[in-house]
């Protein structure tokens, strides 16, 4: 089977530009906002005003707030909320999906309370089983994929072929998909580098340089693997594009609103200054608590996560967290 035409659920940033991707792939899109008028400027004038407003859209990206219209003949019905809303706002698309269609999530967290990952959630909340559903991650910050600056990303599923099919969805001359089959070690790479940027970010804003920077990064890598392999993940994910590619990405750029959520509360900002500021999803806010919880039931050790759960959730000062975090117990670094 080859997918022809997609939805894409979200005209945020990452929707945008995924379903600019999928469009220079060839299919035909249709990217449900949920705001009418903003469907309607998308579809008028081939540009979302709200994110990434410069960037021209492909004509076969047509948009519409209506939830059966965004649905027709969809091959691929690809999620891009933010983690949290997901659950909630998979409700109005349970009972309309089209049987054979496949569900790709494009989000990258740890949902509260439950501790589930995207791919439990999407299971959850509409019933389709799990070789129906792909998941990507890499390195893709939204505005450089919408430039069309060459990335690649990985597209996981339990079923090689549904990974197979996605990935030939999305492939284009900038953008190089590569398939697995480690859905958990994609997740668990995709959200907990979101974390490990907010504190690479309050490490810049204290002023703090790059040998710093790569010590919370390297560290950052070595809990994430720890995390994963105790849930099941490949080592070997940590080490690739969803693993030590997005994590550079994220930790390191600019345009990562993790990244700046960290630089502005190691300036001193308040959380709620500084996500205002933002105004967009910075995961690692909301799913660091989550992560927290899922690597003490899992008896895995996370320092960094948690001196991010204290700073974020706490108010803890971040200078007190980076001093916590060099005065703790040495010990071989393989551990
Ligand atoms: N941006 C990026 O570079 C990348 C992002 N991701 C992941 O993609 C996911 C989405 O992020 P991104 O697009 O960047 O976020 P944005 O903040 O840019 O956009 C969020 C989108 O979700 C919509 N939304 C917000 N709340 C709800 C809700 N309750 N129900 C339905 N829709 C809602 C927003 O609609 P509205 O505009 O009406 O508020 C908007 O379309 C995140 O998990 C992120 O980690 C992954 C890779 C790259
Ligand atoms: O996931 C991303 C890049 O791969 C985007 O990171 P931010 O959500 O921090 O902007």
């Known amino acids: ?35 009418p008028e903003l ?46 809303k997901l659950r909630v706002g998979l409700a109005p698309w349970r009972d309309n999906l089209p049987p054979d269609a496949v569900l790709v999530s494009l989000a990258k967290g740890i949902e509260l309370r439950t501790g589930s990952r995207m791919s439990q959630v999407i299971r959850e909340a509409t019933g389709v089983d799990e070789e129906r559903l792909a998941v990507v991650s890499g390195p893709n910050l939204a505005r450089e994929i919408a430039e069309r600056q060459p990335a690649a990303g990985v597209v996981a599923s339990s079923r ?13 001359p900038a953008f190089r998909p590569y398939t697995s089959t480690d859905v958990v070690g994609c997740e668990i790479a995709g ?15 204290l002023g703090l340089g790059d040998n710093t920077k790569s010590t919370v990064i390297t560290r950052g890598l070595a809990e994430t693997l720890r995390l994963g392999v105790a849930l099941g993940a490949d080592p070997a994910t940590f080490s690739g594009l969803a693993g030590v590619g997005d994590l550079i990405a994220t930790c390191m750029s600019p345009l990562s609103r993790n990244h700046r959520v960290g630089v502005g509360l190691g300036r001193g900002g308040t959380l709620a200054e500084v996500v205002a500021s933002i105004g967009q999803t910075a995961e690692g806010v909301t799913s660091c608590e989550s992560i927290l919880a899922l690597a003490a039931e ?25 001093d916590a975090l060099m005065l703790r117990r040495r010990k071989p670094e393989k551990h």
């Open 298 to 322: 899992a008896g895995v050790e996370v320092p960094i996560v948690e001196a991010v759960v204290a700073m974020v959730v706490d108010g803890q000062r971040p200078e007190l967290i980076a």
């Open 39 to 84: 469907a309607e400027a998308i579809s008028t004038t081939h540009r979302n005003p709200d994110y990434l407003p410069d960037i021209e859209l492909p004509t076969t990206i047509t948009s519409t707030s209506v939830v059966e219209e965004a649905l027709e003949g969809a091959d691929l019905v690809v999620l891009a909320m933010p983690a949290q």
């Open 1 to 35: 089977m080859i997918a022809e035409r997609a939805t894409v659920v979200g005209a945020g940033s990452w929707g945008t530009a995924f379903a600019l991707v999928l469009a220079d792939a060839g299919l035909d899109v249709r990217l449900w906002a949920r705001r």
């Open 160 to 172: 090689e072929a549904t990974a197979e099919l996605v990935a030939a969805a999305c492939a284009s």
């Open 191 to 205: 959200a907990t580098k979101n974390v490990i940027a907010l504190a690479v970010g309050a490490a810049e804003g």
